[in-house]
T-cell receptor
Framework: NAGVTQTPKFQVLKTGQSMTLQCAQD?????MSWYRQDPGMGLRLIHY???????DQGEVPNGYNVSRSTTEDFPLRLLSAAPSQTSVYFCASSYSGGADGELFFGEGSRLTVL | GQQVMQIPQYQHVQEGEDFTTYCNSS?????IQWYKQRPGGHPVFLIQLVKSGEVKKQKRLTFQFGEAKKNSSLHITATQTTDVGTYFCSNNAGNMLTFGGGTRLMVKP
């Protein structure tokens, strides 16, 4: 199993550009989520999904969109990139979220917005 | 989600010394998870605590969940250089899994 796969690993954008961070998991997990991690800080939840067709906002959703058309994929879209969105983004999945929600993380996508 | 606060933010120790990080909440937590993130890496799940007063051990690591389920701690006995990284606690509030700010552990050989 590949686990959680994120692409790209690195990306540089100009202010105002849009892009999509891809996330795929092959563990048949229902729960998927996106976090951002800024230097020296913890992980902040952007959006999450408890299953195909269902998404919800996390702690810092503004400026980001998500969709969940399949169990395997959970892309994160930046609509109009801003320098404040410079961060490392982690996708994570778990079997069910909730009380038994051990998260499996991807290796991260480092985004720089100029 | 419920907010969890971690202290300290940073800790330098000499190899062989013990280390403890604390996770605190103003409200009762349904459960606590602990993760470790090596420098440049991604968070990796260590353990989950669910019951009031629960204590679990993994080799040199001891995890505790407070009696009131409002705090938790991770204690490392006799640190090694391989323990270097940031330790995060996480709380499940419904389907929102939120994280504390982390404690960064640095170990001097």
């Amino acid at each position: 199993n590949a686990g959680v796969t994120q692409t790209p690993k690195f990306q540089v954008l100009k202010t105002g550009q849009s892009m999509t961070l891809q996330c795929a998991q092959d563990m048949n997990h229902e729960y998927m989520s996106w976090y951002r991690q800024d230097p020296g800080m913890g992980l902040r939840l952007i959006h999450y999904s408890v299953g195909a067709g269902i998404t919800d906002q996390g702690e810092v959703p503004n400026g980001y969109n998500v969709s969940r058309s399949t169990t395997e994929d959970f892309p994160l879209r930046l609509l109009s990139a801003a320098p404040s969105q410079t961060s490392v983004y982690f996708c994570a999945s778990s079997y069910s979220g909730g009380a038994d929600g051990e998260l499996f993380f991807g290796e991260g996508s480092r985004l720089t917005v100029l | 989600g419920q907010q969890v606060m971690q202290i300290p933010q940073y800790q330098h120790v000499q190899e062989g010394e013990d280390f403890t990080t604390y996770c605190n909440s103003s409200t009762t937590l349904s459960n606590i998870q602990w993760y470790k993130q090596r420098p440049g890496g991604h968070p990796v799940f260590l353990i989950q605590l669910v019951k009031s007063g629960e204590v679990k051990k993994q080799k040199r690591l001891t995890f505790q969940f407070g009696e009131a389920k409002k705090n938790s701690s991770l204690h490392i006995t006799a640190t090694q250089t391989t323990d270097v990284g940031t330790y995060f606690c996480s709380n499940n509030a419904g389907n929102m899994l939120t994280f504390g700010g982390g404690t960064r552990l640095m170990v001097k050989p």
